[in-house]
């Protein structure tokens, strides 16, 4: 029969495979990749951001950190910070890609939505000394990344990728660390794109009440919520840190209600991430002052 012929079967087995291979591979290019995929708000690297992202390829951070937030609800959940999942369009700048195929530390596509700090404060005390921060990290120091910056290709770089650039943002990048560049990159990565800011519960309107005035029923989970998502920034006693201190704030509780729900400077928002209930047990305990607890 036919399967005892060996070159029978070669050619039949190849043309298989290619039938498999036309359909999956070759024939969605008709339909991806077009102007329907591109947006609006996405833009080219400035060349700091680009000498940034040259220097977390010299590093190798993709080899720990992936950057695309995958569909499934699980991964927009946990690395979206208030975007959707990742989109073909918000890569057309990246040469090359840096999706990455490993999760060693959490994906980073979206990782300037977490970290809006213009300064980049946290992202600097965390390149440096990662274990300062997040105790149980097994990311390296990247201390060494405060030497200067070495631009003698910036402008090369820049034409070659047929980027917009100017004077001034070339003139900018002189005097610069590698620090402050791969800062500036971490901050882009996925703000691009226009967030919606959470539902309009978290809007302030004038009839917003903390319905847990006392703090009895509600401090352990509200301790753990603030030890999970705030003291990072905030210290662990909400003493300060990167973030103001949080004992006794003077704030209305609509008012700090509104601030960690939408964000504000520096701080990121958790309107997406924490529902209403949750926000008010951090009101509640914010309100606490130095020797109430
Ligand atoms: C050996 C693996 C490894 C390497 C290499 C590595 N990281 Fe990480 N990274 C991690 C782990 C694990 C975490 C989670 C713990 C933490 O936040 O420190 C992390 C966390 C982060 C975070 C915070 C993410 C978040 O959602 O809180 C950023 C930003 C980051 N890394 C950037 C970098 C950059 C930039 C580089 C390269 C200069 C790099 N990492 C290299 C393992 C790594
Ligand atoms: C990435 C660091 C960071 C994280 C994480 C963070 N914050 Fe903040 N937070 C800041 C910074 C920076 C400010 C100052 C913002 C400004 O006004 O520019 C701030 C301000 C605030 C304020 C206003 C304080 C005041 O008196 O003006 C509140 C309230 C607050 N944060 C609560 C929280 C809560 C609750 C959490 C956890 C759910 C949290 N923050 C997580 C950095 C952070």
């Known amino acids: 029969m036919l399967e005892k012929n060996p070159v029978i079967f070669i050619i039949l087995a190849f043309l298989v495979i290619m039938v498999g291979t036309t359909v999956t591979m070759i024939v969605p290019f008709k339909w991806i990749n077009g102007p329907g995929d591109l947006i609006a708000g996405v833009k080219p690297y400035t060349p700091l951001q680009q000498e940034g992202r040259d220097i977390y390829m010299r590093e190798g951070c993709n080899n720990c950190h992936s950057q695309t937030v995958r569909t499934l609800a699980a991964d927009v959940e946990r690395y979206g910070y208030g975007g959707t999942y990742s989109k073909s ?37 965390h390149l440096e000394n990662p274990q300062s921060v997040v105790p ?21 770089k820049m034409k070659l990728l047929k980027f917009p650039y100017t004077q ?22 996925g703000t691009d794109i226009p967030i919606k800011k959470a539902e309009a519960a978290t809007q302030p309107t004038g009839n917003l009440k903390n319905p847990y005035s006392d703090l009895k029923g509600v401090k352990a989970e509200a301790l753990s919520l603030f030890a999970k998502d705030c003291a990072v920034c905030h210290g662990e006693n909400r ?12 704030k209305s509780d609509a008012e700090l209600f509104a601030i960690i729900s939408n964000g504000r400077g520096g701080m990121p928002s958790f309107g997406s991430s924490l529902d209403e209930q949750k926000i008010w047990k951090m009101v509640t305990l914010i309100k606490l002052g130095k020797h109430d607890d």
């Open 89 to 125: 369009g918000e890569f057309v700048y990246d040469r090359p890609f840096l999706w990455g195929s490993r999760r060693t530390g959490p994906d980073l596509a979206h990782i300037g939505l977490k970290f809006p700090d213009p300064m980049g404060a946290w992202h600097r005390k």
């Open 136 to 156: 149980a990290s097994n990311m390296p120091s990247y201390a060494f990344l405060n030497q200067p910056l070495d631009t003698t290709y910036t402008e090369r």
């Open 168 to 189: 001034g943002d070339l003139d900018e990048v002189k005097g610069k660390t590698e620090m402050d560049a791969i800062v500036a990159y971490m901050r882009k990565l």
């Open 239 to 250: 003493q300060g840190n990167i973030g103001p201190s949080l004992r006794g704030s003077a």
